[in-house]
């Protein structure tokens, strides 16, 4: 079994910054893509960045230039650093990987993490 576990969430005002950070752990292999998704309340959960093994990157254009995704394959950890937060950032933030098992491929989720953007 594998499990993806997020911390660092929290409530920031506008303009600040807050870093998130996500394990795998359990009998992985390999970890292919993973990513940061969210989901305000009342809407759907949308793709937030995403980076692969070698380290290339994506961002969805809301949050270029402001967020960094990075990831340390030694620790199996996801990072998101997240710099001059808008209130339209306060959402649910979820991590998700594909994990190689010793027996299958698939996709994991974290539980997500609160992030709240308000003065």
């Known amino acids: 079994q594998v499990q993806l576990v997020e911390s660092g969430g929290g409530l920031v005002q506008p303009g600040g910054s807050l870093r998130l950070s996500c394990a795998a752990s359990g009998r992985i292999v390999s970890i292919n893509t993973m990513g940061w998704y969210h989901q305000a309340p009342g809407k759907e959960r949308e793709l937030v960045a995403t980076?692969?093994?070698?380290?290339?990157?994506d961002y969805t254009d809301s949050v270029k230039g402001r967020f960094t995704i990075s990831r340390d394959n030694a620790k199996n950890t996801v990072y998101l650093q997240m710099n001059g937060l808008k209130p339209e950032d306060t959402a649910v933030y979820y991590c998700?990987?594909?994990?190689?098992?010793?027996?299958?491929?698939?996709?994991?989720w974290g539980q997500g993490t609160q992030v709240t953007v308000s003065s």
């Open positions: 980076i692969t093994r070698s380290g290339t990157t």
């Open positions: 998700n990987a594909y994990v190689w098992t010793p027996i299958v491929g698939a996709t994991y």
